[in-house]
């Protein structure tokens, strides 16, 4: 039977999904877990009864709005979006960047995108036939402004994709530059800011400069992750076009009461994103201050650093050992070689995580 169904599986698979690996997530057992960028606070008591009432009125029997229109607007108004401009849901931002790749990508057509970046690029580019072109940042994470000109310029991708801050790196490319890079594409750019609430610049407010420009958040940053909602602003007309492949009914109705009610609770999740932005310099002074450790500057909910050569898997493992779980880059090899990075959490866990990491490198 194995054999037989092996055989079926060669035959009708297409080949660049058979050489993919799936997504892999760590389970985290009983770690602190500081390896996926997640918010570590709760609700207020309080929040979280008027919360509990209010799902208890949710119509589970029936499908959700299908166009979300009251959370549509409240994210409109919470997040400062432009009126004039169009906005589309997905089930996180995945599902976003597929329904970009579905609506513009394909054979025939690349994806252009700095490495290191957000894995999603380059795996759903493949996942829709899709010629994915990685062009290598700077020793510093900055981008090669150049060498992504000429490619432009060579390739004519259908899609750039700049995450901003880039993920896994923390940093914000220089503005001037992604304005350089708008300018030159043929086709659209993606302003993956995932990581806004964290940032101190954003390009939502420019969106009115450019026929070409979306801009993609989600709230999992904010303390919400467990929804997977993103959103995509952009000219109203590549929005109608981009919602032609979204599925029906793709925003749940618990997803879209539950986030109605957060973000009219925004000023809890705007402290709580505040102080993590206080946590990441308190803990970025740390860092520094431990030997053979190189901290990068970030504005994310996270910091990436550099051991000593050849010592970061021991150093991911001696933490694991110690109940604390980050994420290790340096099996990507190349700029992330001998990289690690933690997500900014309490006080209490930065601090547990500083002194696992003294007795690591000690």
Not at 147 to 176: C, K, V, W
Not at 299 to 316: K, Y
Request: proline share 6%.
């Amino acid at each position: 039977m194995s054999n037989n169904t092996d055989s079926i599986i060669q035959q009708w698979v297409r080949p660049e999904i058979s050489s993919l690996s799936a997504y892999h997530v760590t389970d985290p057992a009983d770690c602190i877990k500081l390896d996926a960028m997640e918010n570590p606070y709760g609700w207020p008591d309080e929040m979280v009864s008027d919360w509990q009432q209010l799902l208890s009125s949710a119509r589970l029997n029936r499908y959700p709005d299908p166009g979300a229109e009251a959370l549509v607007h409240i994210i409109r108004t919470a997040f400062a979006i432009p009126e004039d401009m169009g906005l589309l849901l997905g089930n996180g931002s995945d599902e976003i960047i597929q329904m970009l790749m579905m609506t513009i990508a394909g054979s025939g057509r690349c994806v252009l995108a700095p490495e290191p970046a957000f894995v999603m690029y380059e795996m759903v580019s493949r996942f829709t036939g899709t010629e994915f072109i990685g062009i290598p940042l700077q020793d510093d994470f900055s981008l090669n402004l150049p060498a992504m000109l000429t490619s432009i310029e060579q390739h004519q991708p259908a899609i750039i994709f700049l995450a901003y801050p880039n993920n896994p790196t923390g940093n914000l490319f220089q503005r001037d530059e992604v304005e350089q890079i708008i300018k030159a594409s043929p086709g659209l750019v993606i302003l993956d800011e995932a990581y806004a609430a964290f940032a101190s610049d954003s390009f939502m407010q420019d969106l009115e400069q450019y026929n070409n420009l979306l801009v993609m958040r989600t709230v999992s940053k904010m303390g919400l992750a467990g929804l997977r909602l993103g959103y995509l602003a952009g000219p109203k007309d590549w929005i109608r076009e981009i919602n032609k492949v979204r599925m029906p009914y793709n925003i749940n109705i618990l997803t879209q009461i539950t986030v109605e009610f957060a973000l009219r609770n925004i000023d809890v999740l705007t402290e709580q994103t505040r102080e993590l932005t206080r946590q990441r310099s308190l803990l970025a002074s740390e860092l520094q201050s431990l030997p053979e450790i190189t901290v990068y500057p970030s504005e994310a909910n996270f910091i990436l650093f550099r051991t000593s050569a050849g010592q970061a898997d021991h150093i991911h493992q001696a933490l694991q050992k110690q109940h604390v779980l980050i994420k290790n880059l340096s099996p990507t090899g190349g700029a992330l070689a001998d990289c690690l990075r933690v997500t900014v959490s309490t006080s209490e866990e930065n601090m547990q995580f500083i002194d696992a990491l003294k007795s690591c490198i000690n």
